[in-house]
């Protein structure tokens, strides 16, 4: 009896692991998680919340610059395309590592211009350096052991942006930021889910985390 009861107990726990990376690997995952009172919903809608802040507050003109002369990248609230990734080492490619790290970020897209906000906690090692330990032929635009890239999700794409990274104490968590403008082509990419974030570290140089830019 006991070990039927471990059986089921078993069966139902990987059932809902299944379920829950079909979820998030879905295009709809985002009305998922947003009809969701957990914790990946709230770690999610902050994020977003933080890049929409940041947003609006570029949005609002100063008092030496009028209404009318707000630079033209920055349009009205109402056309904010939200994004969010979840990172997961499930999404890492061609090698999935063994850890338990976790990320998140919200996104928003106004005219050309990307305003990203993101967390990332539990790493197996801390974040690759890559001032003593660079890419070979050297690119002096990787700052940070946090980028986004473009391509699609089953391989490693070309670097786009590093993110700016404040670790906390431990350096094995903290959080990211970025604002770019996109060329077109980047525009198109993160609309056709082919832009993704993905993290670095010293134990897992290639990749420990990665999550693709989804709409929200």
Not at 98 to 120: I, T
Request: proline share 7%; aromatic share 6%.
């Amino acid at each position: 009896m006991k070990k039927n009861k471990r059986v089921l107990v078993n069966f139902l726990f990987a059932l809902v692991t299944c379920v829950t990376i079909i979820g998030l690997s879905s295009p709809s995952f985002s009305s998922q998680v947003a009809q969701s009172p957990d914790w990946l919903d709230q770690q999610l809608a902050s994020n977003l919340q933080q890049a929409e802040s940041a947003v609006t507050a570029q949005m609002s003109p100063t008092q030496d610059m009028p209404a009318q002369d707000t630079p033209p990248q920055m349009m009205p609230a109402q056309t904010m395309t939200r994004y969010v990734a979840v990172l997961t080492k499930d999404a890492v490619v061609p090698t999935k590592p063994s850890n338990a790290a976790f990320g998140a970020a919200g996104a928003v897209l106004v005219g050309d211009l990307l305003v990203m906000r993101g967390d990332f906690s539990n790493l197996s090692s801390p974040l690759r350096d890559y001032a003593t330990d660079p890419v070979s032929p050297a690119n002096p635009n990787i700052t940070s052991a946090i980028h986004i890239h473009q391509g699609e999700s089953t391989k490693n794409g070309p670097f786009q942006h590093a993110l700016t990274v404040n670790p906390n104490e431990s350096g094995m968590g903290g959080r990211f930021a970025g604002e770019y403008t996109l060329t077109s082509e980047q525009q198109q990419a993160l609309s056709n889910g082919m832009l993704y974030v993905d993290i670095h570290t010293q134990k897992n140089r290639a990749g420990e985390l990665r999550g693709i830019l989804r709409s929200y």
